[in-house]
């Protein structure tokens, strides 16, 4: 797989993800909103409203979540923030909080059709990793899909596969639905949150 590169979505690469994400916002005019309202604000939200929070809390930063490059073409994107910025997991009754330790939460991939099933998943899971530590988060925590076989169409994977997070050091914690546990990976150590180079990256190419 060509060498990616991997950068925190900063309102200089919101271009970048507004070219990654496409007219539909991803996905039926999601813009990454799901998890951050109730359904029926992000029902009534699809597309354009939509469009503007999630842009409203990229420009507020801090960056809520990562981009990844294969040299200058957006091709995948993973979502994470700590728990408590999703509306949908507070809310959630089966993947209501574990215990009260403060986690941050990976809620959500899109990775452009050409570059599925080629390990970026699991690229993007490290890269988050990294970012999450750097934020100093001590556990790292995702909602995986477990399907019952072994074929599954790539739209319902989007919150990442079990076996994805499991080969990045992720293990279950709670299983309250059959399909979507709760996993979880420590994270050791903190660092001090690095400088990106997400300013090389807002060049005119990525203009709007």
């Known amino acids: 797989m060509k060498r990616l590169a991997f950068e925190p979505l900063t309102p200089a690469l919101w271009p970048a993800l507004e070219r990654l994400f496409g007219a539909r916002g ?4 999601c813009w990454c909103m799901w998890w951050r309202l109730s359904r029926a ?3 009534k939200g699809k597309g354009a409203s939509n469009r503007r929070a999630f842009r409203k809390i990229v420009e507020h930063g801090p960056p ?3 981009l ?5 073409e957006p091709i995948a994107w993973c979502a994470l923030a ?3 910025e999703y509306e949908l997991l507070v809310r959630s ?3 209501k909080p574990v215990d009260d330790q403060p986690v941050w939460s990976i809620t959500c991939f ?3 059709k050409a570059w599925r099933r080629r390990g970026v998943s699991s690229a993007l899971l490290e890269a988050a990793a990294k970012l999450a530590r750097a934020q100093g988060a001590r556990l790292l925590e995702g909602y995986p899909v477990d399907p019952r076989t072994n074929s599954m169409p790539d739209a319902f994977a989007w919150t990442g596969t079990l076996k994805a997070f499991e080969r990045s ?28 180079s997400a300013s090389s990256r807002a060049g005119p190419a990525r203009s709007s």
């Open 82 to 84: 700590p728990r408590e």
């Open 41 to 43: 604000e992000w029902k």
């Open 26 to 29: 991803a996905c039926g005019g």
């Open 93 to 95: 009754r089966s993947l």
């Open 169 to 196: 050091g992720f293990r279950e914690v709670a299983r309250r639905s059959k399909t979507r546990p709760i996993v979880r990976r420590a994270l050791a150590g903190r660092k001090t949150a690095p400088a990106t």
């Open 68 to 72: 990844a490059f294969a040299g200058d």
């Open 110 to 112: 899109f990775v452009d």
């Open 64 to 66: 809520p979540g990562l």
